[in-house]
């Protein structure tokens, strides 16, 4: 409870907005602010970028199946940022992850600077998939929707390098 307590007070210190309530919210309230880039790209480039390598069927259908992807960076640029980003920032989405049920995927290399992702579902449905990183002196998110099934998520995570979305933006 107190550290619940801490990380919410933490978070309203550093943002003046209320703490997010889902995934959606984080992107929405951060991809504006100083320092953030929120980007949707285009889920037929997503396909089309990626499936050149990919000659797995399973692979191809789970490409086929995603609705939306969404990714959010941040740098800081001021002092009141960097607070953010010790204290609030991937606290708050945690919280998030947490109060939604998301899994963790502890498929991949927990190095420092790879993406940790977890996965939401109803019943046998992957829903969405979030990666996110807090390393040095920056934030990433990666945010997808769609539908699939815990196979073809693993070897999406197993097959596909997350930064390859990452170079789409540009």
């Known amino acids: 409870m107190v550290v619940v307590l801490s990380a919410i007070q933490a978070c309203s210190s550093t943002s003046k907005l209320p703490a997010a309530q889902s995934t959606g919210e984080f992107f929405q309230k951060y991809r504006n602010e100083a320092g953030f880039k929120g980007t949707t790209v285009p889920v037929g480039l997503v396909s089309r970028y990626i499936s050149k390598e990919i000659t797995d069927t399973t692979l191809q259908a789970a490409l086929k199946n995603i609705s939306s992807v969404r990714v959010l960076s941040f740098t800081p640029t001021t002092r009141q940022s960097r607070r953010l980003l010790e204290r609030g920032l991937t606290?708050?989405?945690?919280?998030?992850?947490?109060?939604?049920?998301?899994?963790?995927?502890?498929?991949?290399?927990?190095?420092?600077?790879?993406?940790?992702?977890?996965?939401?579902?109803?019943?046998?449905?992957?829903?969405?998939?979030?990666?996110?990183?807090?390393?040095?002196?920056?934030?990433?998110?990666?945010?997808?929707?769609?539908?699939?099934?815990?196979?073809?998520?693993?070897?999406?995570?197993?097959?596909?390098?997350?930064?390859?979305?990452?170079?789409?933006?540009?």
């Open 91 to 170: 606290q708050e989405l945690d919280q998030v992850l947490q109060k939604d049920n998301y899994t963790a995927i502890p498929l991949l290399d927990e190095a420092p600077g790879m993406l940790q992702f977890r996965m939401r579902q109803s019943n046998e449905q992957v829903q969405e998939l979030v990666g996110y990183r807090k390393h040095g002196n920056s934030f990433l998110m990666l945010q997808v929707n769609g539908r699939f099934t815990r196979q073809q998520v693993e070897l999406m995570l197993q097959k596909i390098d997350p930064d390859l979305l990452i170079s789409l933006l540009g």
